[in-house]
Every structure is written in structure tokens, then in C-alpha cells.
């Protein structure tokens, strides 16, 4: 494993403004928005070197899927920076400000960062193969018959050589799930992104996503996963981050951290997930 | 016996208008598709003021009546200085109009395409240009097929409008052979007939059209 920064988080804050519509009572007293402004990040600090795969947990709301958001800019940060192979994602440094990148730019580091989303995101409209040939095409520039060169292998690493036709609505969450990886993966991304990969599916189709995640990170590609599965993320990762309301709480080993947590929101989430 | 006679006597008359009826219809369908989606972009947009112009526009097209437009067209802009002929007058009024519906169409089909997939895209690579044209309108586009048929239909008939503005489609064709025969009962039932032979193909075509578009979902 080589020692270079795959991933540098720096003093990441983000917070969001949402509007919601006013209830009855509040509009008929002459509210029109309401608006509330929630601090998700409060300052995340975090580097992760090359090949190495992380596990982020945390309960819902502690900030770890949008932290994961910011690393391919779906979401924007407020402040900090985030560097991916040492260049910032969405931003160009002007003057110590951060200003917006021209979109071409960030579609091209994109490119380079893979994400695996909770709820699939498969394109509907095409096929399994079409889903994994079409960013070839359309980001690589590749020809149709060089995109499905490299779609059909990527498709059989994930067990579904025999569902290359298969529209996504005739799969399994699970088959859906591993299409959806192996369309990342064809992009040849040098980091992967999984946003609680498995929370979506039925528990008997749990592992079948599992097993080929794990397949991954035996391949050495750079991992950050978001997951609520316990003991998933004891055998895989390199090391465990645990955050709580915006902030990492606590970070070590997995051995260490399963046997000996030392703060007590990791104390509460791994009791809890070994009860239920 | 007679009617039935009378009625048939009229029909090659009437058949010989069915050419420009469907000039006028696909003219402006065309017009209006085009019309209609940059119009639903513009809705979309970030910027204000495109989003402020597609309002205003669907908002007059939509409050006047089409019958006015026409005249509108044909008769108050040779007084600016243009005049256009009849038969693109007519593609240009329903054109116009028509883009002003099919833009709502358009907006909602393209809202209706769920956003993961346009995070999918982005994560992939996409530029936001590329994931809305190569992902999400060719969705849309299956969302929208049977509203967009259905207005092409209505369309259709409502190139009778055009009368009004000298277009020989198929009401004017029978006001001129009433105005000579005054078989009025017969004329104008042939050429309800006409309508109905277009249009009721026409709805069978979207629907088959529609069932097909969605056959992988």
C-alpha cells in the first residue's frame, strides 16, 4: 500500500437552509416560508490514504452521507476544503476563497470518483448493459463496441453476466444494486463512494451486494462506506470512523474499536446493532 | 338512400382538403414541440428572467383564445408590415399556441424523472447539460408521449379554425360546396365524418405508441 493521500478533509462545515411550506395556522397569521438552517458538518477532519477502505458510521443524522455528498461535490461545502487526489472538487482557490469550477471541470473529476447510491439510481430507461455502456460513451468518448468491451467483464465481476438485457425493473434490489457498482466501477474511478449501499434492500439480499464490495476492496481501489452493517464493517475496513452531530467522534482500527470504544456514541451504536 | 347518396357525393371534395389539414397539423405539432420544450426549459431555468419571459408567454398563449391568434396573426400584423400566407399563418397560430400547453407537458414529465438519476449521471461524469439531454428528457419523453398525442389530435380538428383566416382545409372546402349546393345536412356531416376518420386512427396510434415506450418499465 502506498502512503500517498487519496482523500484530504479539512475543516468541512455544512449547513443547510431549508424552506418549508407553513402550516395552516402559520399562514393564515401571515407566514409565507419558514425557514431553518441545520448545521450537518461542524468541522470534519479526515485523510485517507491511498487503498485504504473506511467505514463511516453513525446514526441517522450525524452527518455521514452528506459528508460523503461533499467528497463529489453533489453537495456544496461551506467551508473547508476537500481535496481528491490532490486537486479540490468543485472549487478553484482564488485569493484564499473558494469559487465555483466550470462545470466541464468538476464533471471530469466526477469522473474519477465513483458513488454507489442507497436507492440505486439506475437509469430506467436502458437495459443493464446500456447502463454501464452509456457514461462510457457519453464521458469517455468511448465507441459503442469499446464501452461494451469493457461493460460485459465489469457486469460478470459482479455476477450478472446473464442479465446484460435485463431492464432494471425486471432485477432484484440486489441485482440493482450490483449493476449499479459495476457502473461505477467500468469508469475506472480511482475512488469509490458507497452511501449506505445495502440499507434499501431485504435483509436475504443483503449479502450478495456485501460479498461483491468486498471484492472490491481486496482490488486495492481507495473506499469510503457509509453502512449501518456492523459486522460488514468490522471485516472490511482499514479503519472505522464514527460521527456524531457533524463531527468525527472517534476513529481507530476496527479490533480496537469493537472491543474497546472509547466514546460513548460508538458504545450506544455498537450495542444497539448487537442487539438487534 | 338519398342522404347516404348525398353525403358520399361530397366526400372527394372534402378528401381533396385532407393534404392541407395534415400540412397544418404536423407543421405546427413540429413548431410546437420545439417550441413547447424550450419553453419548459426556460421554466426550469435558474435565471429569473428566462424563467420570467416562458411564464408570460404560456400565460397569454393559454388566456387568449386560438381563434383570435389566427386572426390576430392574418389580419393585425400586415398592418406592422408582415404578411404571411394563409397555410403558414395557420402553422404559426397553432404552433404558438400549441407550445404554451405542450410546455407544461414537457415540465412536469421532466420532474417527473426522478433526481437520483440525475445524480447518477452527475457522479458519472455528466455535466448537468449532458445528464438533462442524454438522461432525463429521453425519459420524459415516455412520460409525455400520451399527453403530446393526445393534443396532436386535438390539433387536428382544430385546424378547422383556420378557416377563418382562408386556409381551403376541410370546413372551409364545405362552406364553399354549401354555399353552390346548399345540401347543408349532408356537407357538414361528411365532413364530421372526416374529422372522426383522422382523429380515431390517430388515438389508437398513441395508444399503442405509449404502451410501447413503457413496455420496460
Known sequence: MSNSVAISIQDVHKTFHLSTSPSLWQRLRGTKKVHTAVEVLKGVDLDIVSGETIVILGSSGSGKSTLLRCINRLERIDAGRIWVNGELVGFVEKNGDLVDERPRALAAKRASIGMVFQHFNLFLNKTALNNVVAPLCAVKHMTHDQARERAIPALEMVGLGDKVDTYPSKLSGGQKQRVAIARALAMDPSVMLFDEPTSALDPELVGEVLAVIKKIAHSGTTMVIVTHEMQFAREIADRIVVMDEGVIVESGDPETLFTNPSHPKTKALLSRSSNG | ?217
Open chain 2, 1 to 217: 338512400m338519398d342522404f347516404i347518396n348525398g353525403v358520399l357525393s361530397v366526400f372527394p371534395a372534402l378528401l381533396g382538403a385532407t393534404p392541407v389539414v395534415l400540412q397544418l397539423a404536423v407543421g405546427a405539432m413540429i413548431l410546437a414541440l420545439v417550441g413547447g420544450l424550450v419553453l419548459a426549459l426556460a421554466r426550469l431555468s435558474g435565471n429569473r428572467i428566462v424563467r420570467g419571459i416562458a411564464i408570460v408567454y404560456v400565460e397569454v398563449f393559454r388566456g387568449t383564445p386560438l381563434l383570435v391568434q389566427l386572426v390576430y396573426i392574418y389580419f393585425v400584423l400586415p398592418s406592422i408590415g408582415i404578411s404571411i400566407d394563409p397555410i403558414p399563418a395557420g402553422i404559426l397560430g397553432l404552433g404558438l399556441n400549441y407550445a404554451a400547453y405542450l410546455s407544461e407537458v414537457f415540465r412536469t414529465s421532466i420532474l417527473s424523472v426522478e433526481s437520483g438519476q440525475t445524480e447518477a449521471a452527475l457522479s458519472l461524469g455528466y455535466t448537468p447539460v449532458k445528464a438533462l439531454w442524454r438522461i432525463v428528457i429521453p425519459q420524459s419523453f415516455t412520460v409525455s408521449l400520451g399527453p403530446l398525442g393526445n393534443y396532436f389530435i386535438a390539433m387536428v380538428k382544430d385546424t378547422a379554425l383556420t378557416s377563418v383566416i382562408a386556409v381551403m382545409e376541410i370546413l372551409k372546402t364545405a362552406n364553399s360546396i354549401n354555399s353552390q349546393t346548399f345540401q347543408t345536412t349532408e356537407i357538414y356531416t361528411a365532413a364530421a365524418i372526416l374529422y372522426l376518420s383522422i382523429s380515431l386512427p390517430l388515438s389508437r396510434l398513441v395508444v399503442i405508441l405509449e404502451k410501447k415506450a413503457r413496455s420496460h418499465e
